[in-house]
């Protein structure tokens, strides 16, 4: 069973920064790729960042471009999620996912939340303005 834990989440005023991780429980972590998603009050939920299994392929959504950050640790199971400048549109419920990958590409990227099988229980974002 994966399991998907999500830390750093808080309140920041625009401008600020925060940096999210998320440790996963996996048997091997490497073969997972991963996704940060976000769900604000009344909205639907959707994608971050992705980023493939071996790491050097990171996909940002639009709004974040430039301003957001993924990397992962293999050897410590976990991804992060490092947020600059952020703005009260960021404002929203972050969740970390999870996929076993079925490509052989170490660069193969899962956008669609609905790639995704395991789901951490979110960290609320809160950017104040």
């Known amino acids: 069973q994966v399991q998907l834990v999500e830390s750093g989440g808080g309140l920041v005023q625009a401008g600020g920064s925060l940096r999210l991780s998320c440790a996963a429980s996996?048997?091997?972590?490497?073969?997972?790729?991963m996704g940060w998603f976000r769900q604000a009050p009344g909205k639907e939920r959707t994608v971050v960042s992705t980023?493939?299994?071996?790491?050097?392929?990171?996909y940002y959504a639009a709004s974040v471009k430039g301003r957001f950050t993924t990397t992962r640790d293999n050897a410590k199971a976990t991804v992060y999620l490092q947020m600059n400048s952020l703005k009260p549109e960021d404002t929203a419920v972050y969740y970390c996912?999870?996929?076993?990958?079925?490509?052989?590409?170490?660069?193969?990227?899962?956008?669609?939340?609905?790639?995704?099988?395991?789901w951490g229980q979110g960290t609320q974002v809160t950017v104040s303005s």
């Open positions: 996912a999870a996929v076993e990958s079925r490509e052989s590409s170490i660069s193969y990227l899962y956008i669609r939340s609905s790639d995704y099988d395991y």
């Open positions: 996996v048997g091997t972590f490497s073969r997972y790729a």
């Open positions: 980023i493939s299994t071996g790491g050097p392929v990171v």
